[in-house]
């Protein structure tokens, strides 16, 4: 049996946390180390230059956390997407984030607490006072102005990756024609989850990564 290794990477807003409820639920099917990053819009940064070659790494990330992991072209052997896209923002959405950035500047808690409700969350996650509002424009601008397409294409390993017709931070629209590679075409749409599905839904979301993890080793085994 392969060692795995599995790395998350949060989205915009969140912190580390953002993925503790699922973490738990995948302990209980995976004996593995898990890594849990922080991108430092909450609390300290705390992120990875590279990661251990030795096991098969396996990343999952929310939203934002694409675009980083994209850009700094971490190597892996299974990326598993939630609500991340090589181009994040069409132009309508381009209009609502620069809105978003422009109350950022004035009133950062009144936007973030309608941001988590618009995430699906009843209440806000984190203590606003510890926010580090520099770095959360700084990346709001990236997911509005990115373009990712050719870069993601240079990924070598699968990516699998999933959106809602139901999110209500990114729109949903065929996300296939920005993944160039054919690996990466791994597409599926929910009708009801939220943006914040992961952590909302950690036992949902646990079984769709055993699935997708179980067949990956069964692959790698053979191979």
């Known amino acids: 049996?392969?060692?795995?290794?599995?790395?998350?990477?949060?989205?915009?807003?969140?912190?580390?946390?953002?993925?503790?409820?699922?973490?738990?639920?995948?302990?209980?099917?995976?004996?593995?180390?898990?890594?849990?990053?922080?991108?430092?819009?909450?609390?300290?940064?705390?992120?990875?230059?590279?990661?251990?070659?030795?096991?098969?790494?396996?990343?999952?990330?929310?939203?934002?956390?694409?675009?980083?992991?994209?850009?700094?072209?971490l190597y892996s052997d299974l990326l598993i997407n939630f609500f991340g896209s090589p181009i994040f923002s069409d132009v309508n959405q381009k209009k609502v984030l620069q809105k978003t950035i422009d109350g950022l500047k004035i009133n950062s808690e009144k936007v973030l607490k309608q941001f988590y409700l618009n995430c699906g969350l009843d209440r806000e996650c984190h203590n606003l006072n510890l926010l580090n509002k520099k770095k959360l424009l700084l990346c709001l601008n990236e997911l509005k102005e990115d373009d990712l397409v050719y870069k993601t294409s240079k990924l070598k390993n699968k990516v699998f990756s999933f959106y809602s017709k139901s999110d209500n931070i990114l729109r949903c629209r065929d996300f296939s024609q920005y993944f160039l590679n054919k690996n990466h075409r791994y597409i599926k749409y929910f009708d009801l989850y939220s943006h914040a599905f992961p952590f909302l839904q950690p036992l949902k979301c646990s079984k769709i990564l055993k699935l997708i993890i179980d067949n990956f080793l069964k692959k790698k085994s053979n191979e």
Do not use: R
């Open 1 to 73: 049996m392969n060692k795995i290794n599995i790395h998350f990477f949060h989205g915009w807003a969140f912190d580390g946390s953002f993925w503790t409820p699922l973490k738990k639920e995948l302990n209980k099917y995976f004996s593995c180390k898990f890594y849990v990053y922080n991108q430092g819009f909450f609390g300290a940064e705390y992120l990875p230059k590279s990661l251990d070659t030795k096991n098969l790494n396996i990343i999952i990330v929310h939203s934002y956390g694409f675009n980083w992991v994209v850009k700094n072209m």
